[in-house]
């Protein structure tokens, strides 16, 4: 049955079929196709280690190149000196004998030798004077008689060296006068009203005197009556310009002042 079935079938393939209008295919309907999601499969997750950053050495930046300049030697030029001139030595000169040495007595270091030079003979050194000292003396009080005074003022020990007028402080045989207490002072830059003004004006009233001008006593010197509070005797500074007529000596006397005449013929 199969054998015959193949054999109609190829039969009816040979045989021409009369020629018909092919019947157009109906477009079917596009089926739906439902899609189904996928699921994307993980894939596997890489563990990443974080590490620390190795610290790159930074390089220090570059110097500046600087310009070298080509340098050259300069050797300095010395000049020549000319050869010195060959001097010819003098001939050998016969040997001097030797001079005989002469004593001489020895005197002190400080000692100054004089040579009289007429009879070319050695003098004894002269004798030398003694120097006033440089520091003054001073009258070393603050007081006297109750008079204020300065104790660094210079003491005049000399009067009639010292006092332009020094006879009428002083006897005729040259002491001091015996109305004069305590020692006689000197300030040696100041003129007497000056040395009345600047210390004995504020200084007596300080020390309770009244103080009563008088006068003068030697040209261009004052005169003060002092008078003490508990009504005591009164005493008398006397201000006298120096020999020199730059500075005042200070006496204080216990009586009015006045000269002493010499008695003699």
């Known amino acids: 049955m199969w054998?015959?079935?193949?054999?109609?079938?190829?039969?009816?393939?040979?045989?021409?079929?009369?020629?018909?209008?092919?019947?157009?295919?109906?477009?079917?309907?596009?089926?739906?196709?439902?899609?189904?999601?996928?699921?994307?499969?993980?894939?596997?997750?890489?563990?990443?280690?974080?590490?620390?950053?190795?610290?790159?050495?930074?390089?220090?930046?570059k110097a500046p190149q600087q310009k070298i300049l080509a340098t050259r030697k300069v050797t300095p030029t010395v000049a020549k000196s000319p050869?010195?001139?060959?001097?010819?030595?003098?001939?050998?000169?016969?040997?001097t004998p030797k001079p005989t040495p002469v004593t001489i007595n020895s005197f002190p270091p400080d000692a100054e030798i004089e040579l009289d030079t007429k009879n070319q003979e050695l003098l004894p050194p002269p004798q030398t004077i003694p120097s006033a000292s440089s520091s003054p003396v001073t009258i070393a009080t603050e007081a006297i008689n109750g008079v204020p005074v300065d104790p660094n003022w210079q003491a005049v020990e000399q009067p009639k060296e010292v006092i332009a007028e020094a006879e009428m402080f002083m006897q005729p045989?040259?002491?001091?006068?015996?109305?004069?207490?305590?020692?006689?002072?000197?300030?040696?830059?100041?003129?007497?009203?000056?040395?009345?003004?600047?210390?004995?004006?504020?200084?007596?009233?300080?020390?309770?005197?009244?103080?009563?001008?008088?006068?003068?006593?030697?040209?261009?010197?004052?005169?003060?009556?002092?008078?003490?509070?508990?009504?005591?005797?009164p005493l008398y500074l006397a201000l006298a310009p120096n020999k020199q007529g730059t500075g005042t000596v200070v006496t204080v006397w216990n009586k009015y002042p006045s000269p002493i005449e010499s008695t003699e013929n």
């Open 3 to 61: 054998l015959a079935s193949l054999g109609l079938h190829g039969l009816l393939l040979v045989v021409p079929l009369p020629t018909t209008e092919t019947p157009k295919q109906v477009e079917k309907p596009q089926e739906l196709v439902k899609l189904t999601p996928v699921t994307p499969t993980p894939s596997p997750v890489k563990k990443v280690i974080k590490t620390k950053p190795t610290p790159v050495a930074t390089r220090p930046p």
């Open 83 to 95: 050869p010195s001139p060959v001097v010819a030595s003098p001939p050998p000169q016969p040997a």
């Open 173 to 233: 045989d040259g002491k001091l006068h015996p109305d004069i207490v305590g020692k006689v002072a000197q300030i040696p830059d100041k003129d007497p009203d000056t040395v009345f003004e600047e210390f004995f004006r504020l200084q007596l009233a300080i020390a309770n005197f009244t103080v009563e001008p008088t006068g003068t006593y030697a040209a261009n010197g004052g005169l003060y009556k002092l008078i003490p509070k508990d009504n005591s005797s």
